[in-house]
């Protein structure tokens, strides 16, 4: 196997190529030149975040997220919505809700008439948390 060659274990080990049918890795394709400033914009998205909330993966970013928007458009976010909005399993996403509820970055609350209906909102140190994120990753878009 030839270095740098991507290969998918999951498949024997076979190159990418080979389980498109093509003996050679075909070297004649190209980026669009275009995309590269937007790609590279998204890479350094990435870095930053991973920067500033990389110990939460991608399912725990988006709940927070989530609740951040709601918060921001003034609406309350029930628990199982929270847990939707992740790309998670929904007993994984809970988990993930009570997890970040122990460390203090969310907080549950029965409000409203239906006291059996569970809401989130960010703590202190969840906004801060969310609003530095997004300060920086609007800091670099601005860079450009």
């Known amino acids: 196997m030839e270095e740098g060659v991507l290969t998918d274990p999951r498949r024997g080990g076979k190159t990418l190529d080979e389980r498109a049918g093509h003996g050679e890795p075909d070297l004649s394709a190209r980026p669009d030149l275009r995309l590269l400033p937007l790609a590279r914009l998204i890479g350094r998205e990435i870095r930053l975040r991973r920067e500033t909330v990389g110990f939460l993966d991608e399912a725990r970013w988006t709940i927070l997220l989530d609740i951040f928007l709601a918060t921001a458009e003034g609406r309350a976010i029930p628990f199982m ?32 008439a239906d006291q059996r209906i569970v809401h989130v909102r960010l703590t202190e140190r969840g906004m801060d948390l969310v609003n530095g994120a997004l300060a920086g990753m609007m800091a670099l878009r601005a860079r450009g």
């Open 81 to 112: 919505s929270a847990a939707h909005a992740s790309s998670a399993p929904v007993s994984t996403a809970q988990r993930y809700i009570h997890d970040m509820i122990e460390t203090g970055l969310i907080v549950q609350d029965k409000s409203g």
